[in-house]
């Protein structure tokens, strides 16, 4: 059920509706809706989301970083981060 103000309707009346109030757009299905309103329930909006992109590091990087680690190991992992190509901390400690 959505509901706006005291007015609550089904899944089905919300697809017939928009079909209804927008002819030009293209055909709305049940299963869109219902992913709406889960988002809707979940997030209080139905905004796009920027999606996180997890870094790649390469192999030469990871080889870059076990021998810095070797050569000095009490290096905290920010300074190599730092010191590594320019990475995230966050990069870092996925590699």
């Known amino acids: 059920m959505i509901g706006n103000g005291d007015r609550a309707r089904t899944q089905c009346e919300v697809v ?5 109030t927008h ?3 293209p055909p709305l299905n049940q299963g869109t809706i219902s992913k709406i309103e889960a988002q ?3 997030m209080g909006h139905v905004r796009k989301v920027p999606s996180k992109r997890q ?3 390469d192999d030469d990087t990871k ?4 021998l810095a680690l ?3 190991p009490i290096t905290p992992a920010r300074q190599l981060a730092r010191d590594t190509v320019r990475l995230k901390y966050l990069d870092f400690l996925r590699a």
């Open 70 to 72: 070797e050569e000095n």
């Open 40 to 42: 809707y329930r979940e």
């Open 16 to 20: 017939r509706l928009f079909r209804e």
């Open 63 to 66: 080889l870059n970083l076990l």
């Open 55 to 57: 870094a790649v590091v």
């Open 23 to 25: 002819p030009d757009l």
